[in-house]
Nanobody, 117 residues
Framework: QVQLVESGGGLVQPGGSLRLSCAVS????????MGWYRQAPGKQRELVAR???????NYADSVQGRFTISRDNAKKTVYLQMNSLKPEDTAVYYC???????????WGQGTQVTVSS
């Protein structure tokens, strides 16, 4: 049974930083493509960052240069380092594991990130 557990969310001031973690179990982590998505109130869920099984990364234009996705296959964990946070980054952040890009994959329960002074 696949499980993804996010942690690290919280309240941070504009310009601050947070690091999200997603611990994964129940799959061969190293062969899965991992992504971070977010959903703000009243908006659709959107891709924030992805890291493939081979370590290739891509980012939404809105976070390019501020966020960094990484993975530790030994710990079966994917991270999202978020710097220079803005109020518009406020959302619930979800971790996703997909064997093939473009497929639905499995989701975590989400972690709230609030950027506010």
């Amino acid at each position: 049974q696949v499980q993804l557990v996010e942690s690290g969310g919280g309240l941070v001031q504009p310009g601050g930083s947070l690091r999200l973690s997603c611990a994964v179990s129940g799959i061969i982590f190293s062969i899965y493509n991992m992504g971070w998505y977010r959903q703000a109130p009243g908006k659709q869920r959107e891709l924030v960052a992805r890291i493939t099984s081979g370590g290739v990364t891509n980012y939404a234009d809105s976070v390019q240069g501020r966020f960094t996705i990484s993975r530790d296959n030994a710990k079966k964990t994917v991270y999202l380092q978020m710097n220079s946070l803005k109020p518009e980054d406020t959302a619930v952040y979800y971790c996703n594991a997909a064997r093939y890009i473009g497929t639905t994959g499995a989701w975590g329960q989400g972690t709230q990130v609030t950027v506010s002074s």
